[in-house]
């Protein structure tokens, strides 16, 4: 897609709106909801919340991705997009967030919203300014996720908090170790500093050397995100059975192992292709995703109906390769 409409999409990122905008639908759905009207005012509200991450992140980092080789077209800094228009765009994000939490009429979800912002504002402020500022941002898709559970009730389950933690972890993942580890070589240029630095992760003679601390923690990370989830079946919270038949334990499972997998295969880093990393990443973060509502499955079914839960993992599965497709054509890989 060209011209000015996919400038504005390429900024905005909409094959991964997804993630964050699910977050307060879950965390809804965790905690007992089941008004249509609700869950769509709150899928709004985390996709809102994208748009406002990931905008702000390319205003704040224009000076240093101009100097990147690997992003130096994105189109804040061609020129596609004014900046100007980025900060109308942000804000809006940010006044879109703040009225429909107000939407849901209740305060903990608006102060929760509200500290959601405030938390990626502070990432996107100091992400390249030491370690470990992912967690941050983790706090802030955690917080996400309690927003939309407390626009249900003013109570939150076991199974919330559950899901809430997955999420900090998946964004400590995806943010902390695989968004940071592709950008090793431009930040160890810049003098950059970022959990993989801290770890021993360095980049020498054209190649990333990912030091074997960085690897077990990329995989104690990974396998806590699986472990917590797990819970929900271990603790007795929800079943891994749907009419008698152990869907969600085999499918579970199978994600599961897929998402060790990718893992395994990031933990090299982007030394010999940053492209294949990048494909790595965007199947693990994609699998990561479709975890949380496999382990939610018998909830799903009875909460929103077997027909309408297929249509959820369809949704969840088409919706990011069709606009990898759209914005990106065969290649299916972003610039970033």
């Known amino acids: 897609m060209v011209g000015m409409l996919g400038q504005y999409l390429r ?48 205003i704040v980092d224009m000076a240093i991705d101009a100097r990147s080789r690997f992003v130096a077209a994105r189109p804040l800094l061609e020129g596609g997009v004014p900046k100007s ?20 009429w209740s305060l903990l979800t608006v102060v929760l919203a509200l500290a959601a912002l405030g ?12 370690p470990f500022l992912e967690y941050v941002l983790g706090v802030g898709v955690f917080c ?53 630095t801290y770890f021993g992760v360095r980049h020498v003679s054209g190649r990333v050397i990912v030091s074997f601390r960085f690897q077990v923690y990329m995989v104690l990370v990974s396998v806590s995100y699986i472990v917590l989830l797990g819970l929900l079946y271990v603790k007795g919270y929800l079943s891994g059975f749907v009419n008698g038949i152990p869907i969600g334990w085999v499918g579970f499972s199978v994600i599961s192992m897929a ?62 390769l069709s606009w990898f497709r759209l914005l990106y054509g065969k290649r299916l890989i972003p610039l970033e």
């Open 259 to 320: 998402l060790l997998v990718t893992t395994w295969g990031l933990l090299r880093g982007p030394s010999l292709s940053r492209d294949r990393f990048l494909r790595y990443t965007g199947v693990h973060e994609g699998l990561a995703l479709l975890l949380v509502p496999m382990a939610l499955l018998s909830l799903l079914v009875s909460t929103l109906g077997v027909t309408v839960t297929l249509l959820f993992f369809v949704v969840i599965i088409v919706w990011p």
């Open 144 to 196: 996400l996720v309690l927003a939309g559970a407390f626009a249900v009730q003013p109570h939150v389950t076991g199974i919330t908090w559950i899901v809430a933690g997955a999420f900090f972890l998946q964004w400590v993942f995806s943010v902390g170790v695989a968004a940071n580890l592709k950008d090793i070589e431009e930040d160890t240029k810049n003098g950059v500093f970022t959990s993989p």
């Open 85 to 104: 228009h980025a900060i109308e765009l942000a804000a809006g994000a940010v006044v879109a967030v703040v009225g429909l939490a107000v939407c849901t």
């Open 119 to 130: 938390a990626a504002a502070v990432y996107n402020l100091m992400s390249k300014r030491g």
């Open 11 to 58: 900024l905005v990122r909409p094959y991964g709106m997804l993630f964050l905008g699910l977050a307060p639908v879950f965390g809804a759905l965790a905690n007992g909801g089941t008004s249509p009207v609700v869950l769509v005012v709150l899928l709004f509200m985390g996709m809102m919340y994208h748009v406002f991450t990931f905008v702000h992140n390319d």
